[in-house]
């Protein structure tokens, strides 16, 4: 908690409380915030639930690990954009930013889930955590969208309005494909993702040459 120091956790110990993430991490991206108990936690992760608030207060804090923990684990690859001020052609920077979106929803599947149970179910600190960890990402991509309309390498678009729908392409539509019968979209594998997102984004922001 805050104003609290973390004490030092043995070897032994440290490995129980990471065993407790993980298996926060599984249940709550399958079965959401209300619908896990400390029980089935403690179960997954071979330990009592005794055990389980040896190290957190209350169930909440055991999500606010997992959900940091999920977003630790891709947070060099979020900063491999938030960090750059590169101003490539939209031809480059375009595949890159789409590639990292799709690394998350991807290799992190229970991120996405997690980030959803968050918004949803407890927001007001879960809107935080989304906001410290995506906020930066999110407007590195605008600020770029914002430079490249500046120098008419892409439609004169609002910026901000692009790059949520950018994210949304790459994170909601996996699982909206699925209910589209027949979509081969629906499975497509990471390279094929981004290739086939970058085009159509590609074929939307970029002016088409004028007619001489």
């Not at 891709?74 to 938030?82: A, E, F, G």
């Not at 499975?187 to 002016?207: K, Q």
């Amino acid at each position: 908690m805050k104003g609290h120091s973390t004490p030092m956790l043995t070897p032994k110990a440290s490995e129980a409380k990471n065993r407790i993430v993980r298996a926060a991490v599984a249940l709550f991206a399958r079965q959401g915030f209300r619908g896990t108990s400390t029980r089935e936690i403690a179960r997954l992760a071979d330990v009592s639930e005794v055990t389980i608030f040896r190290y957190f207060e209350h169930k909440d804090d055991i999500f606010w690990c997992a959900l940091e923990s999920s977003f630790n684990a891709i947070r060099p690859r979020l900063n491999t954009l938030v960090r750059s001020d590169r101003l490539e052609s939209p031809e480059v920077m375009l595949p890159e930013i789409i590639s990292v979106l799709v690394d998350m929803a991807t290799l992190s599947p229970e991120l996405m889930r997690l980030i959803a149970v968050a918004l949803l179910e407890l927001r007001g600190r879960g809107e935080a955590i989304c906001r410290e960890n995506l906020t930066p990402l999110f407007t590195a991509i605008t600020n770029y969208l914002t430079r490249t309309i500046e120098k008419g390498r892409v439609r004169n678009v609002d910026p901000a309005l692009v790059t949520a729908a950018i994210a949304l392409t790459v994170m909601a539509q996996p699982e909206l494909a699925k209910l589209i019968e027949g979509n081969p979209l629906a499975v497509l594998d990471s390279r094929e993702a981004i290739n086939t997102y970058s085009s159509f984004w590609m074929n939307v922001l970029i002016p088409e040459p004028a007619a001489t």
